[in-house]
């Protein structure tokens, strides 16, 4: 498995949709922010859009998921930027950045088989292992540490956990929906900034 490029960087899972709210798997299905979701989206731009405001440049650019609930989330948050601190960021998709593809499980109950995926025990038919989430996160956030620059990547929560493997950090840890986060490498370990909202 390849390591992740010890370079901070920002992350933030998409705002909540109807199948966070319902504890279903969304995987690849695309489905939109809620109501809850779309204010969070706001709330998330414009508290890093106050970063900007005072005087700080935390990321340079924005690469998302092209799933519409994170796409709208990032470009929520491009908009507060351009709006509250009169600075454009650049917008990207990256298909890499796709949620893991759950199989035969998408749109049923997070339930007894998620805990054995993640733990390598169980991979549902038609959907990606734990280790190929991982690879894939490590090998599409290390492509956007190598150009100039931080990111703000705005994408997932499993796809979250398999960067939390890469980072040594425990992984079976549920990701708030909409909260940005600063990822930085310390000596031995990465240390996670959470932003108030």
């Known amino acids: ?19 966070n ?3 279903l798997s969304q995987g690849r299905t695309d489905i939109p922010l809620n109501e809850t979701g779309l204010m969070q989206a706001q709330r998330a731009g ?4 106050s970063l900007f405001q005072k005087g700080q440049k935390p990321f340079d650019r924005i690469v998302a998921s092209p799933l519409t609930r994170a796409l709208v989330t990032a470009e929520y948050t491009r908009n507060a930027i351009r709006e509250q601190a009169e600075i454009t960021l650049p917008l990207s998709v990256d298909g890499d950045l796709e949620e893991v593809c759950f199989g035969v499980k998408e749109g049923e109950p997070m339930g007894d088989w998620y805990d054995p995926w993640i733990e390598e025990g169980y991979t549902p038919e038609g959907a990606e292992s734990f280790t190929e989430l991982t690879t894939r996160a490590i090998n599409t956030i290390n492509h956007e540490l190598q150009k100039p620059g931080t990111p703000l990547v ?22 708030a929906n909409a909260i940005p986060m600063h990822l930085v490498p310390e000596k031995d370990r990465w240390h996670i900034d959470v932003q108030d909202l």
Not at 2 to 17: D, F, N, Q, V
Not at 46 to 49: F, I, R, S
């Open 154 to 175: 705005v994408a997932h929560g499993a796809l979250f956990r398999g960067l939390r493997a890469a980072m040594g950090l425990p992984v079976n840890v549920r990701l």
């Open 1 to 19: 498995m390849p390591k992740l490029i010890a370079k901070s960087y920002w992350y933030l899972r998409h705002g909540e949709t109807d199948w």
């Open 21 to 23: 709210r319902r504890g």
């Open 46 to 49: 414009a508290a890093l859009a």
